[in-house]
């Protein structure tokens, strides 16, 4: 549908938690929300999720995808969800992580090395999706987003774990 402007730290609506869908899935809204995300997504090298709040949707809808990528052990694929939620969690692992929202920066994060994750797609059915490596990151990475986290919120150390983005030409 549309490419839409990703928004950067210090936008208030990256810090304020994301409505409920609430059965919206299935309607042409919640179709042209997740063509949104998703080409707004795949407008971006190196992005493997965005979730609504991001792009100034104050709703609970993510996407995620980490086909191709080098650290990927599980992939499930293109993953659209709307009020999605952690089903189970494994022990925590620490990573490097950087964000959309945050471009200049990457932090140290401990999040759970496998996840599962259920909630519901554009098109009003469940999805369950477990996860392990990049994908089970880049979930929680998302669903911390509906809760108006950033990945700076999870950093236990400003001082040790927050680094300035490599760019590369």
Known sequence: M??????RLPAPALKAVARPVNGA???????GLAADLVDTMRAHDHCVGLAA?????G?????????????????AGLVVLFDPRVVA????????EGCMSVPDLTGNVARPATVAVEGTTPEGTTRLVEADAIEARALLH??????GLLFLDRV??????LFRRRRYR
């Open 53 to 57: 709040p991001q792009i100034g949707v």
């Open 59 to 75: 709703l609970r809808a993510f996407c995620m995808d980490v086909t191709g990528h080098p650290k990927a052990g599980s992939c």
């Open 25 to 31: 899935a299935g309607d042409a809204g919640a179709a």
């Open 156 to 161: 236990t150390s400003a001082a040790t774990d």
């Open 142 to 147: 998302e669903l911390d987003h509906l809760d």
């Open 89 to 96: 969690a494994g022990a925590p692992a620490v990573a490097r």
């Open 2 to 7: 549309a490419v839409r402007p990703v928004l």
